[in-house]
């Protein structure tokens, strides 16, 4: 199990940005946060939890939802065993809460294939 903390949200205006860190501390499985593969997702009030972006082991491979290419870019330290996700030109329709995820080995899109989450960072954007 890899416990995750997650820190940099906040409110902003349409425009802005934020970036979003996640630390990972490895925990006896023995699965260390540079054999996870990561994601960053989100939760507006009244919805599902959704995929915003996802990162392999080593950031050779991302992933993106269509609505935020361009704008959000996910990165990882691996020696600082820290996710980040770049959120810039934000918009009202990016207001969720945030969380960090990971997975063994394989990079993934879909809430049910991550198996450890942080517990969210609340990001606003005013209009």
């Known amino acids: 199990q890899v416990q995750l903390v997650e820190s940099g949200g906040g409110l902003v205006q349409a425009g802005d940005s934020l970036r979003l860190s996640c630390v990972a501390s490895?925990?006896?499985?023995?699965?260390?946060?540079?054999?996870?593969?990561m994601g960053w997702f989100r939760q507006a009030p009244g919805k599902e939890r959704e995929f915003v972006a996802s990162?392999?082991?080593?950031?050779?491979?991302?992933y993106y939802v269509d609505s935020v290419k361009g704008r959000f870019t996910i990165s990882r330290d691996n020696a600082k065993n820290t996710l980040y996700l770049q959120m810039n030109s934000l918009k009202p329709e990016d207001t969720a809460v945030y969380y960090c995820?990971?997975?063994?080995?394989?990079?993934?899109?879909?809430?049910?294939?991550?198996?450890?989450w942080g517990q969210g960072t609340q990001v606003t954007v005013s209009s």
């Open positions: 995820a990971a997975r063994a080995i394989s990079i993934a899109t879909r809430v049910d294939e991550y198996d450890d």
């Open positions: 490895d925990v006896a499985s023995g699965r260390t946060f540079s054999r996870s593969a």
């Open positions: 990162i392999s082991r080593i950031g050779q491979v991302t």
